[in-house]
């Protein structure tokens, strides 16, 4: 199907609102916003990055895409980061509601450049905070050549600091969508990570990333997000 984005009616164009209808809301063409951009009249290669905070969603978008370009008959290859092993293991991408699908670990972004195959049209990596910053250049290479590269990942670590590559893939991006969650404390949108050890808000001395640790991560908003430094009071943070 083929339309021109500029002759869509005015209709069309104010039901389009993310923030308050969620990013699967849809065009009356059955299409959703970026990808009617995106598939009709471009050259093809490009990044999209999906950013945000734990549990605001972006499994699950980078799910809805790679399941879509399945359907469009494109040859997909998706690639994780082998840090992240949660609910159905090392070889799914997983959402928290359950969604999953195959899924290649990577420890690097070399490995990503080497596992891939050469007609390979859409790359999809869920938890790219994780790789090196040898992604950008492998992201940029890609949508050079004219793979679609669809990156979800972490914006910030614990403390509220952008994490790994994310912020330099947020300025390359060609389209970057930023979610964000539900704070568990207050119910308003959440944009942190609050890290939590034995119950407690994580100290800002701790590392950056844990593996295998006794934490735990809420979603929260800036106001209840708590980072103590090691010599602060702790028990008048909680
Ligand atoms: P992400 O990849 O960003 O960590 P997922 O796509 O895996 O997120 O999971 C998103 C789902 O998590 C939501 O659709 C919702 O069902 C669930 N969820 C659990 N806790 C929260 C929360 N605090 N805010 C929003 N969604 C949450
Ligand atoms: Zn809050």
């Known amino acids: 199907m083929q339309f021109q984005v500029k002759s869509l009616p005015h209709r069309h164009l104010v039901s389009y609102d993310r923030s308050r209808l969620g990013l699967a809301t849809t065009l009356s063409t059955g299409l959703c916003p970026l990808e009617s951009v995106l598939f009709h009249g471009t050259r093809p290669g490009w990044i999209e990055l999906i950013a945000g905070v734990m549990f605001s969603g972006k499994s699950e978008e980078l799910v809805r895409?790679?399941?879509?370009?399945?359907?469009?008959?494109?040859?997909?290859?998706?690639?994780?980061?082998?840090?992240?092993?949660?609910?159905?293991?090392?070889?799914?991408?997983s959402t928290h509601d359950g969604?999953?699908?195959?899924?290649?670990?990577?420890?690097?972004?070399?490995?990503?450049?080497?596992?891939?195959?050469?007609?390979?049209?859409v790359v999809a990596v869920d938890e790219v905070q994780f790789l090196d910053d040898g992604i950008v250049a492998a992201a940029n290479g890609?949508?050079?050549?004219?793979?679609r590269v669809v990156l979800a990942g972490i914006d910030?670590?614990?403390?509220?600091?952008?994490?790994?590559?994310?912020?330099?893939?947020?300025?390359?991006?060609?389209?970057?969508?930023?979610?964000?969650?539900?704070?568990?404390?207050?119910?308003?949108?959440?944009?942190?990570?609050?890290?939590l050890v034995d119950g407690k808000p994580a100290l800002w001395e701790s590392p950056t990333i844990m593996v295998g640790g006794r934490e735990s991560y809420e979603a929260r908003c800036r106001h209840c997000h708590r980072v103590p430094r090691a010599d602060e009071d702790q028990t008048a943070l909680l």
Do not use: W
Not at 142 to 147: E, N
Not at 158 to 182: S, Y
């Open 99 to 121: 969604g999953l699908v195959d899924a290649e670990p990577v420890d690097s972004s070399e490995a990503v450049l080497r596992a891939l195959r050469p007609d390979t049209e």
């Open 65 to 93: 895409r790679v399941r879509r370009a399945v359907i469009a008959k494109k040859r997909v290859q998706v690639f994780k980061s082998h840090l992240d092993a949660r609910y159905a293991g090392l070889y799914t991408v």
């Open 142 to 147: 890609l949508a050079d050549r004219g793979v």
């Open 156 to 195: 910030m670590d614990f403390r509220g600091l952008p994490f790994g590559p994310m912020p330099t893939l947020l300025a390359i991006a060609e389209i970057v969508d930023k979610l964000q969650a539900i704070c568990v404390v207050c119910g308003g949108p959440a944009s942190r990570n609050q890290r």
